[in-house]
């Protein structure tokens, strides 16, 4: 597609469910981004992967918190035992190698209940 | 770790106004860019900034990457009503390897 494309777009979930986030990146932009978005605050970043390896995932709160990139194309952010903390807007953000002109999907907006 | 401070945190103007805002840092920044994020999306790239004192435009916006390399603004002139939105401030981490994003500056414009 010409853009970053994110599913669900909403998501509610009971606590202590699992979730899972995904992310189509632009094609052939090999570096894909995680980040979080609090309702009013700035964007937290969560994990960096470069292809299929995640070089940097210190941004990643808990153990609960994973993600997988697979055929360094699609990505998938998984949250496991959710917690009301956990509600937020998860972006996701894809790049040509070190190009600080992310491009930027519509996010997808968790709501735990 | 670095952090970037937005200034205002928002701005209530009247469509026809000039808006400024900036964004500052303990730490040097070799890179500067300004995002903004319209209601429900995510943000969009408005510019990017590589070199010490430059100064960019964009239509209406202009950005300025400060001598220091601390520091930066953006400025908005004749404000109309879909310059609403949150406008981001961020830089590189020293890895190079991500963006670091100020906590925005929301913009509000009565018509």
């Known amino acids: 597609g010409a853009g970053v494309s994110q599913s669900p777009s909403n998501k509610v979930t009971e606590k202590g469910k699992d979730v899972e986030l995904r992310c189509d990146p632009i094609?052939?932009?090999?570096?894909l981004y995680w980040y979080r978005q609090s309702l009013g605050q700035g964007l937290e970043f969560l994990i960096y992967?470069?292809?299929?390896?995640?070089?940097?995932k210190s941004g990643l709160p808990s153990d609960r918190f994973s993600a997988e990139r697979t055929g360094g194309s699609v990505s998938t952010l998984t949250i496991q035992r959710t917690q009301q903390e956990d509600s937020a807007v998860y972006l996701c953000?894809?790049?040509?190698?070190?190009?600080?002109?992310?491009?930027f999907g519509s996010g997808t907006r968790l709501t735990v209940v | 770790g670095q952090q970037l401070n937005q200034s205002p945190q928002s701005m209530f103007i009247q469509e026809g106004e000039d808006v400024s805002m900036n964004c500052t840092s303990s730490?040097?920044?070799?890179?500067w860019l300004w995002y903004k994020q319209d209601p429900g999306e995510g943000p969009v790239l408005l510019i990017a900034?590589?070199?010490?004192?430059e100064l960019t435009s964009n239509g209406r916006l202009t950005a300025q990457f400060g001598i220091t390399r601390k520091d930066s603004f953006l400025n908005i002139s004749a404000s109309i009503p879909s310059d609403v939105g949150i406008y981001f401030c961020?830089?590189?981490?020293?890895?190079?390897?991500?963006?670091?994003f100020g906590g925005g500056t929301r913009l509000m414009v009565k018509p």
């Open positions: 094609s052939g932009h090999t570096a």
């Open positions: 953000a894809s790049s040509p190698d070190r190009n600080y002109g992310y491009t």
């Open positions: 730490s040097i920044f070799n890179t």
């Open positions: 961020a830089g590189p981490n020293n890895a190079g390897n991500m963006l670091t």
């Open positions: 900034l590589y070199k010490a004192g």
């Open positions: 992967f470069q292809g299929n390896s995640a070089p940097d």
